[in-house]
């Protein structure tokens, strides 16, 4: 009997298949056969969605993206960075679980926490090290509510209750030009759309063909089935829409915007990278891509209340906005977005609003309890997997 054999006798082989020390077969293959590729051809190709292949993963989720598709730098112009670091070797959480045995057991590119504004804790899997930037998934969709609170704080926007096409000349007819801000950011649209069934015509035309174009796909999307403000329904369009917003109020691109207004302010490590369409506009519900340490900084935004690094990134209040609900946020609370809670494109795993998520397919995730001060940040390859158990449980034991 060979070990897989004995493992899955055991009932544990699941547990153990994905760890950079007992790779399934198909992550070994790309390892040592390929050295982690990743896919370069897209456009037009007969398989688009072989861009998430698993055979892939590991490269494309650590910066093989942005060699594959057009992509906008978000440049790191601060050489002040302030986050201190004072490892640790392991941490225990549960009554028998290490963070250590948990690279074993899961497919997790990286994992780190802070305390107190403290790295303590950092290690990375599959070879991946903390100069490698991360894609986003949809954890870019956290980015833009970020991105949206300071156009509010700064005046870009007059209030979070404008309907879009105030700011969009060009959707003053169209359906999405009609919803509110806040009902786009919390997914409440009313749009008839599918998120399961919906994506495979909305990638194409705004991300994956030559000729993508984000603006024409939102434009043409005129259909609804109830009145905004309804109901939860997670979608690519709300994002793509206050994306849209964005860089009409502040005429620049979403990662010059990014560049000058958040990246610049945080200290952060390293550029950072957004997808893009063939104009050049970010796909800016999914994209993103920063080193496991900026997206660190981007969770120590919240649990400082705006403020990092010495500066004010977003206000205060947009954070107490983002982090709970009021009358016209009834349809998100905390039970009625897939069990959990939902506001400007952030999720919430705790009821009273003090345990915002980061939440990307795959595996993503920056959770951010703010009562304790504490950020982990999780990487991984694979969706499917159940995550949140241990990484809520992690989050508990350090409180």
């Not at 302030?82 to 070797?89: A, G, N, R, T």
């Not at 057991?105 to 490698?132: C, H, Q, V, W």
């Not at 010059?256 to 369409?277: Q, R």
């Not at 609900?325 to 905390?334: A, L, M």
């Amino acid at each position: 009997m060979n070990r897989r054999e004995l493992l899955r006798s055991l009932g544990v082989v699941g547990a153990l298949r994905y760890s950079d020390y007992a790779l399934s077969d198909e992550y070994r293959y790309s390892r040592e056969k390929y050295g982690y590729p990743n896919y370069r051809n897209w456009g037009g190709q007969s398989r688009p969605w072989e861009w998430q292949d698993s055979l892939y993963s590991v490269n494309n989720y650590s910066g093989g993206y942005e060699k594959s598709f057009p992509c906008n730098v978000i440049k790191n112009l601060s050489n002040k960075n302030e986050l201190e670091i004072d490892l640790i070797d392991d941490i225990k959480y549960g009554y028998t679980d290490s963070i250590k045995d948990y690279f074993y057991k899961k497919p997790a590119t990286s994992l780190l926490i802070a305390k107190n504004n403290k790295l303590i804790y950092e290690k990375y899997g599959f070879d991946r090290n903390e100069k490698m930037r991360l894609t986003s998934m949809s954890m870019a969709k956290s980015v833009t509510g970020l991105l949206l609170g300071i156009c509010i704080d700064k005046g870009f926007i007059e209030s979070y209750d404008d309907e879009a096409r105030k700011y969009l000349p060009q959707l003053s007819k169209n359906y999405h030009g009609s919803i509110t801000l806040r009902n786009l950011s919390n997914m409440s649209s009313g749009a008839t759309i599918s998120h399961e069934k919906d994506n495979g015509f909305i990638y194409p035309d705004a991300f994956f063909s030559r000729s993508s174009n984000i603006s024409k796909v939102v434009s043409l999307w005129n259909g609804s089935s109830e009145k905004q403000g309804t109901r939860f329904n997670y979608n690519e369009l709300c994002s793509l829409t206050i994306g849209m917003v964005i860089r009409e109020v502040t005429k620049m691109k979403l990662s010059e915007f990014a560049t000058e207004h958040l990246w610049s302010k945080i200290g952060a490590t390293s550029d950072a990278t957004w997808l893009t369409d063939s104009t050049k506009s970010e796909m800016n519900c999914i994209g993103f891509a920063a080193t496991a340490r900026d997206w660190c900084k981007l969770g120590l935004i919240f649990s400082n209340n705006g403020e990092l690094n010495g500066n004010q990134i977003v206000s205060e209040g947009w954070i107490k906005e983002m982090t709970s609900w009021g009358e016209k946020d009834r349809q998100v609370t905390f039970g009625k977005a897939h069990g959990g809670g939902y506001k400007c494109f952030l999720w919430h795993l705790r009821l009273d609003g003090t345990l915002p998520c980061f939440v990307g397919y795959g595996g993503q995730k920056v959770m951010i309890d703010m009562k304790t001060n504490t950020v982990l940040v999780h990487t991984a390859v694979d969706e499917g997997i159940d995550y949140e158990r241990d990484l809520k449980m992690m989050i508990a034991w350090l409180g």
